[in-house]
């Protein structure tokens, strides 16, 4: 490879590595955690509440500094349990094995995204 070829390619991983950053950080912050189990809302819980909640006795979801964490869970692989916590609209928690589904919302108001004349 010529030295032009490093040149490009550590261009491209600089922007790349620049917009994952401002996605990253600019990410709107969640406002409530909906809990779905076997495809029905369970229940929407505020963030800005710390909280725990007990989901059908299979799952223990913990709210607290902002931020969804699934606590405790009787699945055995317990893939759910060592997820990170979540906060940002659009992330969530699975838990498979006991149908199990908590994604965080951002306020029920929608925002102008532009106007066209």
């Given at each position: 490879?010529?030295?032009?070829?490093?040149?490009?390619i550590g261009c491209i991983?600089?922007?790349?590595?620049?917009?994952?950053?401002?996605?990253?950080?600019?990410?709107?912050?969640?406002?409530?955690?909906?809990?779905?189990?076997?495809?029905?809302?369970?229940?929407?819980?505020?963030?800005?509440?710390?909280?725990?909640?007990?989901?059908?006795?299979?799952?223990?979801?913990?709210?607290?500094?902002?931020?969804?964490?699934?606590?405790?869970?009787?699945?055995?692989?317990?893939?759910?349990?060592?997820?990170?916590?979540?906060?940002?609209?659009?992330?969530?928690?699975?838990?498979?094995?006991?149908?199990?589904?908590?994604?965080?919302?951002?306020?029920?108001?929608?925002e102008l995204?532009?106007?066209?004349?």
């Open positions: 490879m010529k030295k032009r070829d490093y040149i490009l991983l600089l922007i790349a590595a620049v917009c994952a950053g401002f996605f990253l950080l600019t990410g709107k912050k969640a406002q409530e955690a909906v809990v779905t189990v076997d495809g029905e809302v369970y229940g929407t819980y505020s963030l800005a509440k710390d909280q725990t909640i007990e989901i059908q006795d299979g799952n223990r979801l913990r709210i607290q500094n902002g931020q969804a964490k699934m606590e405790w869970a009787d699945c055995p692989d317990q893939l759910c349990v060592h997820q990170k916590a979540i906060f940002r609209t659009g992330e969530s928690i699975i838990c498979l094995p006991n149908q199990v589904v908590v994604s965080v919302q951002g306020s029920k108001e929608s995204d532009g106007i066209v004349n």
